[in-house]
């Protein structure tokens, strides 16, 4: 059974910079394939692609926010971690990261999400 | 990258089928056999639908199905249950090796 967990601040002051946690179960980061990734939404708004990381540390990362934007992922711990540079308001969303599986560009399992508000 | 395009909302009574739009360009929905679909309640997370443009996860409804059209993806739903209201979202894979989503569609059973 595949599990994924965001974990991270709920709240962080503009300018300073969010790192996430994504730690999941029932799967391998590993497995040849496998990748996951991070999705946000802003509250009413719609959900917005961030960035992937694949078994063989592959990277991908949304255009429009790349220069913001460090996937990593940590094995042996089953975790995958984002961070985002320069929060501002409009980074005011719920993340979510997800399973992608082999050679799909789909999402099959999501976390539950973490909202995060930016705000002094 | 821009958001792919999608009807703000689309209604429909119990029992009737609906069909919901997703239209891109020919270096994302238009290239590529990599649109999949999902379903959002209320503060709740995604669930995937459909992917690869028609293919059924394990557990999904038949009633829920997926094509494509040149640069448009379409997801119907037929039999429509008071269950299906939610909104629903495409993605697809672009030729920059990226993903992007739909802007969304929110499905109201009257």
């Known amino acids: 059974q595949i599990t994924l967990k965001e974990s991270g601040p709920t709240l962080v002051k503009p300018t300073q910079t969010l790192t996430l946690t994504c730690t999941f179960s029932?799967?391998?980061?590993?497995?040849?394939?496998?990748?996951v990734g991070w999705i946000r939404q802003p509250p009413g708004k719609a959900l917005e692609w961030l960035a992937l990381?694949?078994?063989?540390?592959?990277?991908r990362y949304s255009p429009s926010l790349k220069s913001r934007l460090t996937i990593t992922k940590d094995t042996s711990k089953n975790q995958v971690v984002l961070t985002m540079t320069n929060m501002d308001p409009v980074d005011t969303a719920t993340y979510y990261c997800?399973?992608?599986?082999?050679?799909?560009?789909?999402?099959?399992?999501w976390g539950q999400g973490t909202l995060v508000t930016v705000s002094s | 990258q821009s958001a792919l395009t999608q009807p703000a909302s689309v209604s429909g009574s119990p029992g009737q089928s609906i069909t919901i739009s997703c239209t891109g360009t020919?270096?994302?929905?238009?290239?590529?056999?990599?649109v999949s679909w999902y379903q959002q309640h209320p503060g709740k997370a995604p669930k995937l639908m459909i992917y690869?443009?028609?293919n059924r996860p394990s557990g999904v409804s038949n009633r829920f199905s997926g094509s494509k059209s040149g640069n448009t993806a379409s997801l119907t739903i037929s039999g429509l249950q008071a269950e299906d209201e939610a909104d629903y979202y495409c993605?697809?894979?672009?030729?920059?090796?990226?993903?992007?989503f739909g802007t969304g569609t929110k499905v109201t059973v009257l």
């Open positions: 990381i694949y078994w063989n540390d592959d990277k």
């Open positions: 997800a399973h992608q599986p082999t050679t799909a560009w789909d999402f099959d399992y």
């Open positions: 690869d443009v028609s």
């Open positions: 029932g799967f391998s980061l590993s497995t040849s394939g496998v990748g």
């Open positions: 993605s697809s894979y672009t030729s920059s090796s990226t993903l992007v």
């Open positions: 020919s270096s994302d929905v238009g290239g590529y056999n990599y």
